[in-house]
C-alpha cells in the first residue's frame, strides 16, 4: 500500500486528538476484497485498544505518525483476514458453532470473571451487539485454523542452522554477574507522637513571663567578706575611683544543665539488628535468623532472593551485596525505612550461556520464524489471486 487515504487521515487525526483542523468523520469504504467491504469504522475499532498506549509514549506529530502507520497496519490486517475468510468458504470448511461458543465462554471467563451480564454492558458501551461480537469470533477462530493448517506440516530446523543462529547471536546470550541472595530486614521504630502545643493546657491563673530574665535580688548586707567571696567565686574588688571590671565569662551550673542537648535515643530496632549481626559473626544461620527476625516479604523463605543481577537492587545495598564472598554477611546497612543485612551464598561470574544451554530455545525461534515465513508466502499467494481495490 503506497498511498494514504483522507477519510483515513482523519480517523488518524481524531485518534490521536488532533486540534488544529477540524474535520467530520464519515464512516465510509476503506477497500474491497473480492466481494467483501472493509469500512473506516472496522479499522478505527481494530486499533482502538492501542490508542490508549501510543497517547501515553508519543505526542505531536510523533503521535499522528505513529497512528496513522498503525491504522495503515490495521488495514492490512483486515485484508488478510478477508482472504483466508473467503479462501476457508471457497474450500468448504466449516467451524461447529460449539467451537464458537467455548472461544465466548472463555473469554467472558478471562475478561469479565465470568460475569455475563457484566459482558453485555461492555459490548453495549462499545455500540456493539452480541451477535456482531459472536461473528467476530467466528472470523478470528477460521482465521487461526486456517493459519495452522499452513504450518501443520513438518518443519524441521537442522543442527546447523542452530550453531550458525548460535554464533551470529552470541550477544544475546551473554549473563551479567549474579548473585544469589538472602537479605534480613528489620523495620525502624515509628517516630514518638509531636509533642502538645506550647499553649496546650493554659489556665486562667497568672503565668511567670519567661521572656524576661528575672531580676536577681540583692545580695544581703554583710560584713563577712570571705562569705561573700565563696558565693560568688569572684575577688573582691577593692573601691577605688576607677570603673569596675565586671567578669561575664563565667556560666553557672545551673545554666550549663539546662543548656546541655540531650543524648540521642537509641533505636531499639537498631539494638536488634545488631544483636542480629553478633549472633550471625558467631556462626549461626543465616536462613533461621531470617525466619525469626526478618520483616521483608522474603522471611518464611529464609530471606532468600534467588539469584539477582546488579539491576535489581537499590545502589546502597547494590554495592556492598556485590562486595560480598560465598558464605560472607554484610554490616547493618541503615536506610530510611529501616535496617538490612545481607548475606551471599554464592556467585556467578559474568559468561555466556552454552549452545547446549540455548540449543532448544534456537530451536523454537527459528521454528517460529519459518512458520511465519510459511504464512506470509501463503497470504501473498491469496492477494495475488484475489480483486482487491483500495480507497
Same mark, same amino acid.
Given at each position: 500500500m503506497k498511498r494514504f487515504f483522507p477519510a483515513l487521515a482523519a480517523i488518524v487525526l481524531a485518534f490521536a486528538g488532533a486540534t488544529a483542523v477540524a474535520v467530520d468523520i464519515v464512516d465510509g469504504v476503506a477497500a474491497i476484497v473480492n466481494e467483501r467491504v472493509i469500512t473506516y469504522s472496522e479499522v478505527k475499532n481494530y486499533v482502538q485498544p492501542l490508542v490508549a498506549q501510543m497517547r501515553r509514549d508519543y505526542s505531536g506529530d510523533d503521535l499522528v505518525e505513529?497512528?496513522?502507520?498503525?491504522?495503515?497496519?490495521a488495514l492490512n490486517r483486515l485484508i488478510e483476514r478477508a482472504l483466508i475468510i473467503d479462501e476457508f468458504k471457497e474450500k468448504g470448511y466449516h467451524i461447529p458453532e460449539k467451537v464458537v461458543d467455548e472461544q465466548i465462554n472463555d473469554f467472558?471467563?478471562?475478561d469479565f470473571g465470568g460475569d455475563r451480564k457484566a459482558f453485555v454492558r461492555t459490548l453495549?458501551?462499545?455500540?456493539?451487539?452480541?451477535?456482531?461480537?459472536?461473528?467476530?469470533?467466528?472470523d478470528r477462530v477460521i482465521v487461526q485454523a486456517m493459519l495452522n493448517q499452513k504450518t501443520q506440516r513438518e518443519v524441521v530446523v537442522s543442527p546447523y542452522k542452530i550453531e550458525k543462529y548460535y554464533r551470529e547471536h552470541t550477544d544475546d546470550f551473554k549473563v551479567d554477574e549474579q548473585i544469589k541472595l538472602r537479605m534480613i530486614f528489620v523495620k525502624k521504630t515509628p517516630p514518638p507522637p509531636a509533642p502538645a502545643p506550647s499553649g496546650a493546657g493554659l489556665t486562667n491563673e497568672p503565668q511567670p513571663d519567661i521572656a524576661e530574665p528575672a531580676t536577681a535580688a540583692a545580695p544581703a548586707a554583710t560584713n563577712d567578706a570571705e562569705t561573700a567571696t565563696v558565693a560568688t567565686n569572684e575577688t573582691p574588688v577593692a573601691a577605688t575611683n576607677e570603673t569596675p571590671v565586671v567578669t561575664t565569662?563565667?556560666?553557672? #551550673?545551673?545554666?550549663?544543665?539546662? *543548656?546541655?542537648? $540531650?543524648?540521642?535515643?537509641?533505636?531499639?530496632?537498631r539494638a536488634l539488628a545488631d544483636e542480629i549481626l553478633a549472633k550471625l559473626d558467631e556462626g549461626e544461620s543465616f536462613e533461621s535468623l531470617a525466619k525469626?527476625?526478618?520483616?521483608?516479604?522474603e522471611a518464611n523463605a529464609g530471606g532468600d532472593w534467588g539469584w539477582i543481577?546488579?539491576? #535489581?537492587?537499590?545502589?546502597?545495598? *547494590?554495592?556492598? $551485596?556485590?562486595?560480598?564472598?560465598?558464605?560472607?554477611?554484610?554490616?547493618?546497612?541503615?536506610?530510611?525505612e529501616g535496617y538490612y543485612i545481607i548475606g551471599v551464598d554464592d556467585i556467578k561470574p559474568a559468561h555466556v550461556k552454552s549452545l547446549a544451554e540455548m540449543r532448544d530455545e534456537i530451536e523454537k525461534t527459528l521454528l517460529q520464524q519459518q512458520r511465519t515465513t510459511m504464512q506470509e508466502q501463503w497470504v501473498k499467494q491469496l492477494r495475488a489471486k484475489a480483486y482487491i481495490r483500495l480507497f
Open positions: 505513529k497512528v496513522r502507520s498503525t491504522q495503515v497496519d467472558i471467563a478471562n453495549q458501551a462499545q455500540n456493539m451487539t452480541l451477535a456482531q461480537f459472536r461473528e467476530r469470533e467466528r565569662n563565667q556560666t553557672s #551550673v545551673a545554666e550549663t544543665t539546662t *543548656n546541655a542537648p $540531650a543524648p540521642p535515643a537509641v533505636d531499639p530496632h525469626v527476625y526478618s520483616e521483608g516479604k543481577g546488579r539491576d #535489581v537492587l537499590r545502589k546502597e545495598l *547494590n554495592e556492598t $551485596a556485590f562486595s560480598l564472598k560465598p558464605g560472607e554477611h554484610s554490616r547493618v546497612i541503615e536506610t530510611a
